[in-house]
């Protein structure tokens, strides 16, 4: 794997430091070529491809599911991660919840809609970095449905999804999990996750506009909560007005799919795969990371959290007093870090290396002298 080669790919890699792929990730270059080519498609022909488009798309459908480990009838494409919670909320409801467990710190994608569904947030009364899920589920009800970041974007906290989801499924309470911060840089093996989502313009590196859903298709029950003429078993049958279901996760693409977001995407999946898969790109990662950690404590400085190693993620937050202050000191020397409350959050991804991180706490430092 050369990754320096990869790197240069990155004409704003070559020029500037760009640690805010927590925020979006820079499109990828294979992206990028797809999307032109799509459009120059649409162009030159206009609708004279729709079959073979609709061919092509279930092809990343079955590179998401591998991604995921899940099967490609449980994946489909909605417009946002709020989108595919707002969806599984409704699915809840239909099994009868009536509540559901978080954490205060979970970044709103995974709390509002079920709050606006009419479920009950119940959150944990340990914080949102404990790793002793014993201790976390004693504020549980027994029945609520458990719904986390796989990683926090407050506090980049990486949760032990597999010993979670072994807990959820010893109450026999399903797990839904926003992979939104992690899906791309940290392997994840949703194969016995009910719900997954991940919004596709962070670690994907493929543009705004879509995430990725997971549902198992046991939770398609009716009365589905929205629905469309793709979502009919047979679409082609225009006359009957009878809604018959495809009992399948693609039933939520209702209508003519975000065909460029979803070629993007499949860009960037048969590229990962090429490099080694994301097993290869979070062993990259995860050098850096320490190599963040490590350095940051010989300068002297401190990481606003020093999580165990297996709780680490490719997001480090350092301290600062104004922070809107810093993030456009930085910015004004060609560093993008992001504010998030007190701190300025790092976000590390394959593109960064050493120098990138060298850089960013030299300037950091001289901050908060
Ligand atoms: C954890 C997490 N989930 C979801 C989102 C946003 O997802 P969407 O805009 O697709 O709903 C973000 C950030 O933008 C995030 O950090």
Redesign the pocket.
């Known amino acids: 794997m050369n990754w320096d080669t990869e790197r240069n790919r990155l004409p704003l890699c070559r020029t500037e430091t760009y640690l805010m792929s927590?925020?979006a990730g820079i499109l990828h270059p294979d992206a990028l070529e797809v999307s032109k080519n799509f459009l120059d498609q649409l162009h030159q022909q206009g609708d004279k491809c729709w079959e073979l488009n609709v061919v092509a798309m279930d092809e990343v459908r079955v590179l998401a599911a591998q991604l995921l480990n899940s099967k490609p009838e449980e994946i489909c494409f909605v417009s946002?991660?709020?989108?595919a919670f707002s969806l599984a909320a409704q699915l809840l409801k239909n099994k009868g919840h009536r509540k559901f467990f978080s954490f205060r710190e979970e970044?709103p994608?995974?709390t509002l809609p079920f709050i606006n569904a009419g479920l009950e947030p119940e959150f944990a009364t340990t914080d949102g970095f404990s790793h002793d899920w014993n201790q976390i589920l004693k504020s549980h009800d027994e029945k609520s449905p458990i719904v986390l970041?796989s990683?926090?974007?407050l506090t980049g906290f990486s949760h032990p999804i597999e010993v979670v989801n072994s807990f959820a499924s010893e109450k026999g309470v399903p797990l839904l999990v926003?992979a939104?911060?992690s899906l791309g840089v940290i392997p994840l093996d949703a194969s016995k996750i009910p719900f997954v989502c991940a919004?596709i313009h962070?670690w994907l590196m493929s543009g705004f506009g879509l995430?990725i859903f997971k549902v198992r298709q046991d939770y398609l029950d009716d009365p589905l909560p929205v629905y469309g003429w793709l979502s009919q078993k047979d679409p082609w049958k225009f006359f009957e007005h009878k809604v018959e279901p495809l009992r399948e996760a693609r039933v939520f693409e209702l209508g003519c799919p975000a065909l460029l977001q979803i070629f993007s995407l499949g860009a960037v999946l048969k590229w990962i795969q090429k490099m080694g898969g994301v097993s290869a790109i979070w062993s990259r990662v995860k050098e850096l990371v320490e190599y963040t950690y490590s350095r940051s404590i010989e300068l002297g400085l401190s990481p606003r959290h020093l999580f165990p190693t297996e709780n680490r993620s490719s997001l480090i937050f350092f301290p600062v007093n104004d922070v809107g202050a810093a993030e456009k000191s930085l910015a004004d020397q060609g560093i993008y870090v992001s504010a998030r409350s007190e701190n300025l959050r790092v976000a590390i991804h394959w593109y960064n290396n050493k120098d990138d991180i060298d850089r960013f706490l030299a300037a950091y430092s001289k901050l908060i002298k």
């Open positions: 927590a925020a946002s991660s709020s989108m970044f994608t995974s970041s990683v926090e974007s926003n939104t911060q919004s962070k995430s």
